[in-house]
């Protein structure tokens, strides 16, 4: 993975469409896009709880932790400490700085709990762009890429039909999960950089 990759301007490019968004939609209520999606999701799945339950099922922690530490213990295997490292703090600052600082901040309320950005979507994207960044470019990373994005829409159904969520709110947290990691490992690759030995010129 390198760390030469475009990866503070994927960054700051994510925050900006994420607080532009939040600024938006802050308070209570739906937006048009919101509606359209609410009235869309209820006609195409109804209120099958069942099957909306089994779509966010991957935003749970005990689906993703498991898969971040596997990824994390691998990478340890191959020797990639700073990959490591990402697949930890990368998810673990998005959730922690979503819940703590940018809820409270924009104050979406949805029933009786601060909606934007999604938490769900904060962890469960954020463990995606781990997976995504540390890929081998090529068909792996197309692939996970792919099916990131199909989880992602299901779980995004799933939420919406369940209520949980606001498809602004999804956005939100997509934006916000990848500009998070990004910034992340793009922190990492400079810090690393400047540990390097400086070649010799005598």
Not at 26 to 51: I, M
Not at 56 to 66: K, M, R, S
Not at 133 to 145: E, K, M, Q
């Amino acid at each position: 993975m390198s760390g030469r990759a475009p990866y503070g301007l994927v960054a700051a490019t994510c925050a900006v469409i994420m607080v532009v968004l939040g600024v938006l939609v802050s308070g209570e209520g739906l937006s048009t896009p919101d509606e359209l999606a609410v009235k869309w999701v209820d006609h195409a799945f109804g209120r099958d709880t069942g099957l909306l339950g089994l779509l966010v099922l991957p935003t749970e922690a005990y689906v993703l932790i498991p898969v971040a530490a596997l990824a994390a213990v691998l990478c340890l295997a191959g020797g990639r400490r700073l990959e490591a490292a990402l697949t930890v703090v990368g998810p673990l600052v998005a959730i922690l700085a979503n819940a703590w600082l940018l809820k409270p901040l924009f104050g979406r309320w949805k029933n009786t709990y601060l909606a934007y950005p999604s938490g769900h979507t904060v962890a469960l994207v954020a463990v995606l762009t781990v997976l995504v960044l540390l890929a081998r470019p090529g068909i792996a990373t197309a692939v996970i890429s792919i099916v990131g994005a199909v989880v992602l829409c299901s779980v995004t159904i799933g939420m919406i039909g369940l209520g949980y969520h606001y498809l602004t709110d999804v956005v939100g947290g997509t934006l916000f999960a990848i500009a998070t990691v990004c910034a992340t490992w793009a922190l990492f690759s400079w810090a690393a950089r400047r540990r390097e030995p400086v070649p010799s010129t005598g």
